[in-house]
């Protein structure tokens, strides 16, 4: 297989890729993630990981470049990262004793070979009260996340259950990708 490059930022990706035994390189693609409200979910997510992959992928055309965005869906409504505490509290009190499904899209370019996929999961949380919502905006594990809650950190606590692939809602979905990339190869 050719070099690994991924075309993201996140801790949480960079950690689940090499959990799963991929080297790797990260170059951080410079992308204005823009939530285009006229695609479904599913192509949200997978035109984002594809503006990530080919804005790094140009420059490393002998390399497979791996791009992937994950957003949290809520009654059809696409929520992102938060902009603020006031935002992300907002959120949170939306999703307080309700099911919603966190779509992560992924894209992998090697020249002008191009494979894409997403994989959906539910989330339930269980109600939250207001208390509970406001200690955890203040202690910033919503920042930077999805939805503003990081099922692997200490948003733990809001879930109550879910349908699906975990390491999906932390944002990328290893196992899947595994053999997605056995088959990109």
Do not use: W
């Amino acid at each position: 297989m050719s070099s690994l490059i991924l075309a993201s930022a996140s801790p949480r990706r960079r950690e689940l890729l090499s959990l799963a035994g991929f080297s790797f390189d990260v170059i951080t693609a410079d992308v204005d993630e823009v939530l285009d409200a006229s695609l479904t979910a599913s192509q949200l997510v997978m035109s984002l990981a594809f503006q990530k992959a080919s804005a790094v992928a140009s420059a490393h055309t002998d390399s497979t470049v791996i791009g992937a965005d994950t957003v949290v869906v809520l009654d059809g409504k696409v929520l992102g990262k938060p902009h603020s505490d006031a935002e992300a509290k907002e959120m949170l009190r939306s999703l307080s004793g309700r099911t919603h499904e966190v779509y992560t899209g992924v894209c992998m370019i090697k020249g002008d070979k191009v494979h894409q996929f997403f994989e959906c999961t539910k989330v339930t949380f269980y109600p939250l009260e207001q208390e509970l919502i406001d200690s955890y905006v203040a202690s910033g594990d919503c920042n930077d996340k999805a939805g503003s809650y990081g099922i692997q950190g200490q948003g733990c606590v809001l879930v109550k259950g879910i349908e699906g692939d975990y390491f999906n809602v932390v944002g990328f979905p290893v196992a899947r990708f595994c053999r997605e990339i056995k088959a990109f190869a």
